[in-house]
């Protein structure tokens, strides 16, 4: 595949973007966040988000990691027009399976079974939906694959706000129930895929769309059998996995709990704003390095990106922690009271998340897909009796402890943390580093946010009630005020817990400052 001189966007160009485009939309979601549970209420919300989960893991095994390895190709050589026409064409026929399988399971009378008190119009929009907000996340990371992440977050912004003020109009007017919220999320990711295709993929189709499929085949059938044949396994435990953990969720405890999981697994993505606007980012940088068998750039892009990342996740993580049952009441509604515990539990999913997103990247980037298969389906394997027995009453034939959501949200977390530092340790051992500073730094950021979170509220609930106030937003805004800056102060203080140097920090500050002074003048 050739090489080209084409300008593409700097990785601080692309990540500043992304983190721009991601920040605003956090806190237009934070309105959405509020207005689709209070339209929608419980129920239906957990129908649509036992719909969307099963359709997801469906689809997570027909691919059987090709968009993996697609996105790693492509990440690695310039021209890949060919690979691009022929994975459009795997696209479509996944799309063709997906469907005919579930005429088949129709004509076989296992809806009810598959799909227990779901309607069939529900259960088709939602598979709709999901494949074409697949095809977004596939067009985006096309997008990054050759630098050009800035063109495809702006549109994703553009179209994003779209859907929110839709979605809103919706709701405030009585008019959104789940048809409708499934029509608009389809309408909106259908576009950004559109506009992506029109401003991105046509313009540059010479990278991405020339040449011919034929004289390729070979090369590419071997690249795909060696990336993916290994994942085949896991996709499909993967599959089994998270459908029965739905599965015993909607049985045993109904679409209210699922309702509750949804809201609180959501929310918590929330504290994903800054790996998502690395992760891409980081993928891309990490198998270029690998590429050019460069290992110790990947391992120096490794070690400093995990601890960046744990640490920003970590912050906004602690801080929703602390103030879910405050969140919930003011943006949810008392319909989602319950659902509390559960996101004070969840809040600490995505601090170990980061670990399985970079580290599985750090896999996927090195090609080293068969020691993530056997660690993946060993995981998976022994969680799904922990999600029987946490999930399932104790009136069932082989009991179990009936915590409903509550139980799912135990499981996914302490699942999650034990799984990820295996993988930690095999990535120490393939980059040659040492896993001990990791765990150290894992621990000790948590305490440390958890111990400054805690002063800081008994302080502020002191300071107002000396004064005599109890306004509720008024101590929010206080302690999303005196925390960031405790935190912005700790970091300086102590930069390498982020991940970065003091160096760095006041280059930034100068840069800062010096602009504001062109400005003033």
Avoid at 146 to 171: C, M, P, W
Avoid at 201 to 217: C, E, F, N, Q, T
Avoid at 256 to 263: A, C
């Amino acid at each position: 595949m050739k090489t080209s001189t084409r300008p593409i966007d700097s990785v601080r160009k692309r990540y500043l973007v992304t983190l721009f485009s991601n920040s605003i939309f956090f806190f237009a979601s934070l309105v959405t966040a509020g207005v689709v549970p209070r339209a929608l209420g419980p129920k239906l919300l957990g129908d649509y988000s036992f719909l969307s989960r099963i359709s997801s893991a469906l689809r997570n095994f027909l691919n059987m990691g090709t968009s993996s390895a697609f996105f790693n190709y492509n990440s690695k050589h310039e021209n890949t027009g060919p690979l691009v026409r022929l994975y459009s064409i795997w696209f479509v026929a996944q799309l063709l399976i997906t469907f005919s399988l579930l005429g088949l399971a129709v004509f076989l009378g296992l809806k009810e079974f598959i799909w227990p008190g779901q309607e069939l119009k529900y259960i088709v929009w939602v598979i709709a939906f999901d494949w074409v907000f697949f095809s977004v996340n596939i067009l985006k990371q096309l997008s990054d694959s050759k630098g050009y992440t800035s063109r495809a977050q702006l549109i994703n912004l553009a179209l994003s706000l779209v859907n929110i003020i839709l979605l809103v109009s919706f709701a405030l007017s009585g008019l959104l129930n789940l048809g409708r919220y499934i029509a608009i999320q389809t309408f909106t990711s259908a576009s950004i895929s559109l506009c992506i295709i029109l401003f991105i993929i046509v313009p540059h189709k010479d990278i991405y769309w020339a040449g011919s499929i034929r004289g390729h085949l070979r090369e590419f059938s071997k690249y795909f059998y060696k990336f993916c044949h290994p994942l085949v396994i896991v996709m499909f435990v993967g599959f089994i996995f998270e459908y029965l953990d739905r599965l015993f969720l909607q049985r045993f405890s109904g679409s209210i709990e699922q309702g509750y999981f949804h809201i609180a697994s959501s929310w918590a993505a929330f504290a994903t704003l800054f790996t998502a606007s690395i992760l891409s980012i980081y993928k891309r940088e990490m198998a270029s390095s690998l590429g050019k068998n460069d290992s110790l750039r990947a391992a120096e892009i490794f070690s400093r990106y995990l601890k960046m990342m744990y640490f920003l996740t970590l912050v906004l993580s602690v801080f929703l922690a602390f103030h879910a049952n405050t969140l919930l009441a003011l943006i949810a509604g008392p319909k989602f009271k319950a659902a509390g515990v559960i996101l004070i539990i969840m809040a600490f999913y995505p601090i170990h998340q980061v670990y399985g997103q970079l580290g599985g990247a750090a896999f996927y980037a090195s090609e080293r897909t068969a020691i993530l298969r056997n660690i993946s389906v060993s995981a998976m394997i022994l969680g799904i009796p922990l999600s029987y027995f946490l999930i399932a009453p104790s009136t069932m034939p082989i009991p179990g402890l009936g915590l409903g959501a509550m139980g799912l949200a135990i499981k996914t977390v302490v699942w999650n943390i034990l799984l990820v530092q295996v993988y930690l340790i095999w990535n120490c051992r393939f980059f040659k580093l040492n896993p001990i500073p990791f765990w150290r730094h894992q621990i000790y950021s948590l305490l440390m946010l958890v111990g400054i979170m805690c002063i800081l509220k008994l302080a502020i609930s002191f300071f107002l009630q000396s004064l005599g106030v109890e306004f509720t937003v008024l101590k929010l805004f206080l302690d999303v005020l005196v925390y960031f800056a405790a935190v912005a102060g700790f970091v300086y203080l102590r930069p390498s817990i982020a991940g970065i140097k003091r160096e760095e920090i006041i280059a930034v500050l100068k840069k800062i400052k010096s602009k504001l002074r062109r400005d003033r003048g």
